[in-house]
């Protein structure tokens, strides 16, 4: 009966199960994440090969681990090295493995090193994620205060401006919009068309999904993407649907 009520053992068993939807792995993923126990870490780790090799969750994975406790360092750090050594996985997994690994670097020498050698890397997704090391959560160069001014908003969303920028760095962009509360109006407009730019990468597209859900209610907009091509930006539209129902039920 312990087994049965042993939160690790319930969230690991879903993440396990190929049954289990999109959605509840993702949620799965979280819930682990918040325990933020030994337990929950190396679930974490056991169960990323059992993700069905969705991008999305597995890039979800190692943004969790990034973020738990340092004091797991000894189980997070090999992990995070492996996945970002491994390079058949995709680019945005590597990249936030580099990101979650820059959380643990003060004073590895080991990091710093490793750190150096990939930061030459012709991958942007993890070259540019290794110039955000030292920072607890992913963002671009600049504070969510610091963008709620309308200039500085204006600028970001400046069409021209938002046309140099690398894929990962308007990854960031559309993180950071859905973080904004003022002036959201223009936020979501933006987000918008990126979500529904063919053209766009499709980390781009995830990303910009990710983030107008998380400051707009609309299931019908997010619905229009649960076909998309592209799988993690279908899956990252299943997941946003999902949540405003489990958030709404809870």
Same mark, same amino acid.
């Given at each position: 009966?312990?087994?049965?009520? /042993? &939160?690790?053992?319930?969230?690991?068993?879903?993440?396990?199960?190929?049954?289990?939807?999109?959605?509840?792995?993702?949620?799965?993923?979280?819930?682990?994440?918040?325990?933020?126990?030994?337990?929950?870490?190396?679930?974490?780790?056991?169960?990323?090969?059992? !993700?069905?090799?969705?991008?999305?969750?597995?890039?979800?994975?190692?943004?969790?681990?990034?973020?738990?406790?340092?004091?797991?360092?000894?189980?997070?750090?090999?992990?995070?090295?492996?996945?970002?050594?491994?390079? /058949?996985?995709?680019?945005?997994?590597?990249?936030? @493995?580099?990101?979650?690994?820059?959380?643990?670097?003060?004073?590895?020498?080991?990091?710093?090193?490793?750190?150096?050698?990939?930061?030459?890397?012709?991958?942007?997704?993890?070259?540019?994620?290794?110039?955000?090391?030292?920072?607890?959560?992913?963002?671009?160069?600049?504070?969510?205060?610091?963008?709620?001014?309308?200039?500085? !908003?204006?600028? !970001?969303?400046?069409?021209?401006?938002?046309?140099?920028?690398? /894929?990962?760095?308007?990854?960031?962009?559309?993180?950071?919009?859905?973080?904004?509360?003022? /002036?959201?109006?223009?936020?979501?407009?933006? !987000?918008?068309?990126?979500?529904?730019?063919?053209?766009?990468?499709?980390?781009?597209?995830?990303?910009?999904?990710? @983030?107008?859900?998380?400051?707009?209610?609309?299931?019908?907009?997010?619905?229009?993407?649960?076909?998309? &091509?592209?799988?993690?930006?279908?899956?990252?539209?299943?997941? @946003?649907?999902?949540?405003?129902?489990?958030?709404?039920?809870?």
């Amino acid at each position: 009966m312990q087994l049965v009520d /042993n &939160p690790v053992n319930k969230f690991s068993n879903i993440l396990q199960n190929p049954e289990s939807d999109v959605i509840k792995k993702y949620i799965s993923i979280f819930e682990l994440k918040s325990l933020n126990t030994s337990q929950s870490v190396q679930a974490l780790i056991d169960n990323f090969e059992n !993700l069905d090799n969705s991008d999305l969750l597995k890039h979800e994975v190692t943004y969790a681990l990034g973020q738990m406790n340092t004091d797991f360092k000894y189980l997070i750090k090999p992990f995070l090295v492996k996945v970002l050594d491994t390079e /058949n996985e995709y680019p945005v997994v590597r990249h936030e @493995a580099a990101e979650g690994l820059s959380n643990f670097c003060e004073e590895d020498s080991e990091l710093l090193q490793l750190f150096q050698k990939y930061s030459e890397s012709n991958i942007n997704e993890k070259k540019y994620g290794l110039q955000f090391a030292g920072t607890r959560e992913p963002a671009a160069p600049f504070e969510i205060e610091e963008i709620q001014s309308v200039k500085l !908003l204006s600028e !970001l969303l400046n069409r021209k401006y938002w046309e140099k920028t690398n /894929n990962l760095f308007r990854h960031e962009i559309c993180f950071v919009l859905g973080q904004i509360s003022k /002036n959201a109006n223009e936020s979501i407009m933006q !987000l918008k068309e990126t979500s529904a730019d063919q053209e766009e990468n499709e980390i781009v597209r995830h990303e910009a999904l990710s @983030a107008y859900s998380s400051i707009a209610d609309d299931k019908e907009f997010l619905k229009l993407f649960v076909n998309d &091509p592209s799988r993690i930006v279908r899956e990252s539209a299943v997941v @946003a649907v999902g949540l405003i129902d489990y958030w709404n039920n809870k």
